[in-house]
């Protein structure tokens, strides 16, 4: 990843380093930054704030055990925007079912209209179901999903089906233990007064 050190955009503008540090942490920066995978800051000079055509990749992994096949993937995905010549200005890696639709950092990367592509490994690793759709609102916008492996996965269904029953279970589940909490809770308040 290219770009200017943050403590050195800092120096050439006159701003100290924590001020500019805030500014990014807020997301009041006057300009376009990035963080890298080691954490530091890149300042993107030049690249307008509304300019679509940045490029993200995001990979995802259901559970914490797989944390080293995130980083594998992350890995490929870095290799394939190489070879490319792809300018990475974002990395997004998350744990979480592909069923989940409110994954936070997939919900930020969507909502970013400064990205104009999104490179995924497996058309599974954006969501299990409906990824025609995000595909089309991109697409509106002007923006593209690109997928590495296109071409015909085998789908395990068994686990497929797991997922679906397990994401409904804790809603199920979910919502009547907070249904049962309040209950509780107004009982004891009735039975304070």
């Given at each position: 990843m290219?770009?200017?050190?943050?403590?050195?955009?800092?120096q050439?503008?006159?701003?100290?380093y924590?001020?500019?540090?805030?500014?990014?942490?807020?997301?009041?920066?006057?300009?376009?930054?990035?963080?890298t995978p080691g954490?530091?800051f890149?300042?993107?000079?030049?690249?307008?704030?509304?300019?679509?055509?940045?490029?993200?990749?995001y990979g995802?992994?259901s559970s914490?055990d797989?944390?080293p096949d995130?980083?594998?993937?992350?890995?490929r995905?870095?290799d394939?925007?190489a070879?490319?010549?792809?300018?990475v200005?974002?990395?997004?890696?998350?744990?979480?079912?592909?069923l989940?639709?409110?994954?936070?950092?997939l919900?930020?990367?969507?909502?970013?209209?400064?990205?104009?592509?999104?490179?995924?490994?497996?058309?599974?690793r954006?969501?299990?179901?409906g990824?025609?759709y995000?595909?089309a609102?991109?697409?509106?916008?002007?923006?593209?999903?690109?997928?590495?492996?296109s071409?015909e996965?085998?789908?395990?269904?068994v686990?497929?089906?797991?997922?679906?029953?397990?994401?409904?279970?804790?809603q199920?589940?979910?919502r009547?233990a907070?249904?049962?909490r309040?209950?509780?809770?107004?009982?004891a308040a009735?039975?304070a007064?």
């Amino acid at each position: 990843m290219s770009g200017k050190k943050l403590s050195t955009w800092a120096q050439e503008h006159g701003v100290h380093y924590r001020t500019a540090l805030a500014w990014t942490k807020a997301g009041t920066f006057p300009g376009r930054v990035t963080k890298t995978p080691g954490g530091h800051f890149r300042v993107f000079e030049g690249v307008p704030q509304t300019k679509p055509g940045l490029v993200a990749i995001y990979g995802r992994v259901s559970s914490s055990d797989q944390k080293p096949d995130l980083e594998r993937q992350i890995g490929r995905l870095r290799d394939f925007a190489a070879a490319q010549g792809l300018i990475v200005v974002a990395e997004v890696s998350e744990i979480g079912s592909g069923l989940n639709g409110r994954r936070k950092k997939l919900m930020k990367l969507l909502s970013d209209p400064e990205v104009g592509t999104i490179v995924v490994e497996h058309r599974d690793r954006l969501a299990r179901f409906g990824v025609e759709y995000i595909e089309a609102a991109l697409s509106a916008q002007g923006r593209s999903l690109v997928v590495i492996n296109s071409g015909e996965q085998k789908l395990d269904l068994v686990q497929d089906f797991i997922d679906v029953v397990t994401s409904m279970c804790s809603q199920i589940y979910g919502r009547r233990a907070a249904k049962n909490r309040a209950e509780r809770a107004l009982a004891a308040a009735e039975a304070a007064t």
